[in-house]
């Protein structure tokens, strides 16, 4: 019985931290990724950033290059690929504590030499952000960092299990 109750408490928990770990993707990409590109300054001084988990140095930039060209830039075409692009990577460049929304802004300028803001004045959807639904989502690795705390907290969970099992 003891036995029975460990696992449960096991499942639980492992099942608690794989939900956790869902719900944290978001399926919009926010406006406030856009404020790096735009060329707007603020009083950053004092919040410094994380460095980025994800390496955007070595990532495939024709999904933009190809389709987003100018000299007018088809709105339609850059916020389409822009999104192609961007929409796996949404949980690493929403979130604010980390460099990963102004390194990506950086890569994607430097090999599409686009104006400042563009892809900020473009696209535009709602109040969320840009909706990454509809989009192709494909596979990202993020650097060993990303990696290693994923495994830090299945093996968190699975510790949580065994000690559970060892005094029940």
């Known amino acids: 019985m003891a036995a029975?109750?460990?696992?449960?408490?096991f499942l639980f928990l492992f099942s608690a931290a794989v939900?956790?770990?869902l719900a944290s993707a978001s399926p919009f990409i926010s406006d406030s990724v856009f404020?790096?590109?735009a060329g707007s300054t603020g009083r950053s001084l004092l919040q410094a950033k994380k460095s980025c988990p994800m390496n955007f140095e070595f990532?495939?930039?024709t999904i933009i290059t190809s389709q987003c060209k100018g000299p007018k830039f088809p709105p339609k075409e850059c916020c389409g690929?822009?999104?192609e692009f961007a929409c796996p990577f949404n949980t690493y460049i929403?979130?604010?504590s980390n460099d990963c929304a102004s390194t990506m802004f950086s890569y994607i300028n430097l090999y599409g030499k686009y104006p400042p803001g563009l892809f900020a004045h473009e696209c535009r959807e709602g109040k969320l952000g840009l909706s990454c639904d509809g989009v192709t989502q494909r596979e990202v690795v993020?650097?060993?960092g990303q990696r290693a705390q994923g495994s830090l907290l299945a093996l968190?969970?699975?510790v949580c299990g065994l000690v559970s099992l060892l005094f029940h």
């Open 19 to 21: 939900l956790a770990g």
């Open 4 to 9: 029975s109750r460990g696992f449960l408490l």
């Open 142 to 144: 993020a650097s060993g």
């Open 81 to 83: 690929s822009f999104k």
């Open 59 to 61: 990532q495939n930039y």
């Open 94 to 96: 929403n979130d604010e």
């Open 35 to 37: 404020q790096g590109s």
């Open 156 to 158: 968190i969970a699975l």
